[in-house]
């Protein structure tokens, strides 16, 4: 497990010694990610369906100029501008990077209302049914993917750690952090079934939350999961599309390949299909198991899919 | 079967008393539909596998700026900007109506290199599964739809008589014509099979043009499927999202009707289903047929899904 090095949690202890006062919920981080966008409107259609006595929740639109115009971003993809260290990609006015700045003016640990806790809502054109993003290995978030995972069996875990994203996304304005990736979903579209899922996720964090600041006060969430080990697909690396000297893609994802996230590829497996008809194979020397599979906006990024390990985690108690 | 009123084609005879001296394949009419332009790369990689003795093959991207963007289009769909009837829409700069008409200048029937047939290619995050979209019923058409079906049995075929495609479309440039719809895909992406699938509908094509062109004297194309009935998916009209006052979208397309293009809707069944999660039922008197389910570019246009009707019709001979 890779030390975390910015914003470390201030407990690592799910007995409440540090509680829970904000929470943060974000949708539309990428404008066309539209699961995001409705539930933040639906959630604010009916605020009431967020209370729980313990904590705040406060709901945010992330990018609302890209979300006018469809689009994942104007500028430069908002979920990679939250590093307040790196230098600023230029002079010019830069709506994206004002954007993160704004945000974390305002949810920072230093900002005006600061948040303590934020779930970020984005979907993908991969195969990544409910997945959790896990930005710290820590004892409040494992144990909250613990739980979670006993509310839906279906759930996915990934540690982003390693990534970059740990250090420059939306996430970053929290010292506790979820992702919520949910798909496949075609940007642009609205799908009702992941829809429905992403809210009761939502509601069976909120729930936890409630519980992890009552402490034993508040009532027992059940214990099933909780001490079994968690499976976690750990970021280990990307690899990008074949492409020619000019820089074009010559190959697409294999068909063996689509839609296979969370699955294993072994050393000489098919990984690409080029336009000819021949297949790739990977390369690598070691057995991954590949996620963000044919992600629409990880084109432009290079990346045809993301690799990970396959680890086992114990959630501690 | 609705008469043809505009380029009506000049023979519908099947014998080829007027032979297609040029056909045109274009991909990318709109930019975020990667299957057609990278096909389109493909082929002008390696030309000679479109050559067929009778006739000339030429490839054209359709909107170079949108792909280059990674959009739909730039200022107004291209596939709506070819019936030069219709009021201009408006006198200022305007990328998409210019590049129809430099379209139109150069394959229209006046044109400085005129086709005969056009073959357009797109894809759409609808399960269109491989899609014939067929602007005129006459009997060229029939049987080549009669033809690839024999080849492709899953092949579908939609008849857009009345959507408007068949005065406003790219494909209008031809006076014989054929869309190929496939999916779902979501949009900025590429999938192998669909792609390889693409490519081998396109190369039956050609060989049946081939066939066309050279009558009784080129090889039997087989006539098992040529006199069958067809199963055509006829176009009544399209039905918008529910809307509130300020028409922003209260409902979603319901998890029944998702990926359920061809499937029969009866009066009552599920249509959509509401952010708050209530039901609400297909009004209409007559049972349809949805296509374009979910169809990303047409939240825009307020059509959730196109209507269509299915009927039997015969390719003659």
């Known amino acids: 497990m890779i030390p975390v090095s910015?914003?470390?949690?201030q407990?690592?202890?799910?007995k409440g010694t540090a509680s829970i006062e904000r929470v943060l919920i974000v949708g539309g981080t990428h404008g066309n990610e539209l699961t995001g966008v409705y539930l933040i409107n639906q959630f604010d259609h009916s605020p009431g369906c967020l209370a729980r006595s313990s904590f705040k929740t406060v709901t945010q639109i992330g990018n609302p100029r890209a979300i006018?115009?469809?689009t994942r971003y104007v500028d430069q993809d908002l979920n990679r501008c939250f590093n307040f260290l790196a230098?600023?990609?230029?002079?010019?006015q830069h709506y994206e990077k004002e954007r993160a700045k704004d945000l974390f003016d305002q949810y920072g640990a230093h900002g005006t209302t600061?948040?303590?806790?934020?779930?970020?809502?984005?979907?993908?054109?991969?195969n990544a049914g409910l997945m959790l993003i896990l930005d710290h290995l820590d004892s409040f978030t494992l144990q909250l993917a613990a739980y979670l995972q006993g509310k839906e069996p279906e759930i996915k875990l990934y540690s982003s750690l390693g990534s970059g994203?740990?250090?420059?996304?939306?996430?970053?304005l929290g010292r506790y952090r979820l992702g919520i990736e949910v798909g496949p979903i075609a940007h642009g579209t609205l799908q009702a079934e992941l829809f429905r899922k992403t809210e009761s996720l939502i509601h069976h964090v909120l729930d936890y939350v409630e519980h992890y600041n009552g402490g034993r006060r508040s009532a027992p969430l059940g214990e099933s999961s909780s001490t079994s080990?968690?499976?976690v697909y750990q970021y280990v690396g990307a690899i990008d599309y074949p492409k020619n000297e000019q820089g074009a893609i010559t190959a697409m994802v294999h068909p063996q390949r689509q839609f296979q996230d969370y699955q294993v590829v072994n050393p000489g497996d098919p990984m690409f299909l080029t336009f000819a008809g021949e297949t790739i194979g990977y390369q690598g020397k070691t057995p991954v198991y590949p996620i963000f599979i044919n992600e629409a906006a990880y084109y432009e990024k290079g990346v045809a899919m993301s690799l990970t390990q396959r680890t086992n985690i114990s959630p501690g108690n």
Chains 1, 2 share one sequence.
């Open 68 to 70: 006018a115009q469809g």
């Open 165 to 172: 994203r740990e250090h420059d996304s939306m996430r970053t």
């Open 114 to 126: 600061p948040v303590d806790f934020v779930i970020d809502l984005h979907s993908t054109t991969s």
């Open 87 to 92: 230098p600023p990609l230029s002079s010019r």
């Open 11 to 14: 407990t690592v202890d799910s």
């Open 6 to 9: 910015d914003h470390p949690p």
């Open 229 to 231: 080990a968690l499976t």
